[in-house]
């Protein structure tokens, strides 16, 4: 057990506490190297260790099949909605579901590349239906898990029409498994679930690398980079290694007689269980999304009392809860429960809260 508070940030967000602990005793002498990581030649037989082993780790946890690269890149969630359309829309048509903040930025930015149409357009407390998707499409753009909002996907859906789509994961890569016979492309930020911010992961089937347009920056050319292993120009280092870490904390986890992917997949499905479990008993807040697509790994919540926002905030950082204001563009509060928060974190959360809602409700 940890002395650490509770952290519920929505990014960068809480690592887990044996990683951090690794990476601190590595600092000054990487594996007898006598380096930090951070100061090694990416070329070096140190760091092709370190990449070699995060790259086959990644690709064991998620069962990324052997047509699928893995990419290890820069530029974030918002650098791939420039770097997707110009790698895959060939200047053509692209279909974007909006179901929340992320997904509507998505559509923005490919409309500088792209003849972008919004297939279908939720309200950020659904997934909307009816989606107008066009044969002749690109690519169907998707955000698995708006961050914000707090909607996620429990189920890919199938396109019938041979497009590929393009899931923005960023927000619960590696909280679940993902149904690659559905996905084309896909594409995560690290600073949530994996590791670092810096590190931005992307896997794409092969029979999509090619087509970037001219105008593609050469570093950001997924054929380039993918032909290059990641190391065209010189990738995130020290982001990798953690990332790393946290991958190798992945595979030894148990929980519930499960272990690995399947364990924190079952530990993220308790805690996102207990808290809107609470929510939902309470007159007192509120979560607002549709029941069939409440994310896992964001809740967004309201007091039905908003004077008492404030006084909520204070409380709970002095409880040892951390980061729990939410998105200023929808207020109210938002706890960030990803793979590194304990179920214990987010007891702590509940206990808290109903604790609250007796004294000021
Ligand atoms: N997509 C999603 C789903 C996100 O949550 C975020 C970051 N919160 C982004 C994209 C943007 O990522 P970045 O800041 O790394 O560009």
């Given at each position: 057990t940890s002395s650490r508070p509770f952290n519920f940030s929505a990014g960068p967000a809480v690592l887990p506490e044996p990683v951090l602990?690794?990476?601190?005793a590595e600092m000054l002498d990487w594996g007898g190297s006598g380096m930090s990581v951070m100061e090694m030649s990416h070329r070096g037989k140190e760091f092709g260790s370190i990449l070699a082993a995060a790259e086959a780790d990644l690709r064991e946890l998620l069962a990324v099949p052997a047509n699928f690269r893995i990419l290890f890149m820069q530029g974030g969630g918002l650098g791939e909605n420039a770097i997707v359309p110009l790698n895959l829309s060939r200047g053509g048509k692209v279909d974007v579901v909006v179901t929340g903040s992320w997904s509507r930025k998505s559509a923005s930015e490919a409309r500088r590349y792209a003849d972008v149409q919004v297939a279908a357009e939720g309200t950020g407390r659904e997934i909307p239906r009816d989606w107008q998707l066009r044969?002749?499409?690109?690519?169907?753009?998707v955000c698995t898990n708006e961050t914000i909002?707090?909607?996620?996907?429990?189920?890919?859906p199938q396109l019938t029409n041979g497009v590929p789509l393009v899931i923005d994961c960023s927000s619960h890569l590696l909280s679940r498994p993902i149904d690659w016979s559905r996905v084309g492309l896909?594409?995560?930020?690290?600073?949530?679930?994996?590791?670092?911010?810096?590190?931005?992961?992307?896997f794409v089937r092969e029979d999509l690398l090619g087509h970037a347009l001219d105008i593609c920056p050469t570093a950001f050319n997924y054929e380039t980079v993918a032909n290059n292993q990641s190391m065209y120009n010189t990738p995130p280092t020290?982001?990798?290694?953690?990332?790393?870490?946290?991958?190798?904390w992945l595979k030894g986890f148990d929980y519930a007689g499960k272990r690995g992917l399947a364990a924190?997949?079952?530990?993220?499905?308790?805690?996102a269980a207990l808290l809107y479990g609470m929510l939902d008993g309470s007159g007192f807040y509120e979560n607002r999304v549709a029941p069939s697509c409440r994310s896992r790994m964001n809740v967004p919540f309201f007091l039905k009392d908003e004077?008492?926002?404030?006084a909520f905030l204070a409380e709970s950082k002095a409880t040892g809860l951390l980061q729990l204001?939410?998105?200023?563009?929808v207020g109210g509060m938002r706890a960030s429960i990803y793979n590194a928060m304990s179920l214990e974190g987010v007891q702590a959360l509940v206990s808290f809260m109903k604790d609250f809602e007796a004294r000021h409700g």
């Open positions: 602990r690794q990476v601190a044969d002749d499409a690109a690519y169907v753009h909002d707090g909607v996620e996907f429990h189920d890919l896909a594409f995560g930020g690290a600073q949530k679930n994996v590791g670092p911010a810096g590190v931005t992961l992307v020290f982001g990798i290694y953690v990332a790393g870490l946290v991958f190798q924190i997949e079952q530990r993220n499905i308790d805690k004077s008492l926002n404030d204001k939410g998105h200023k563009s």
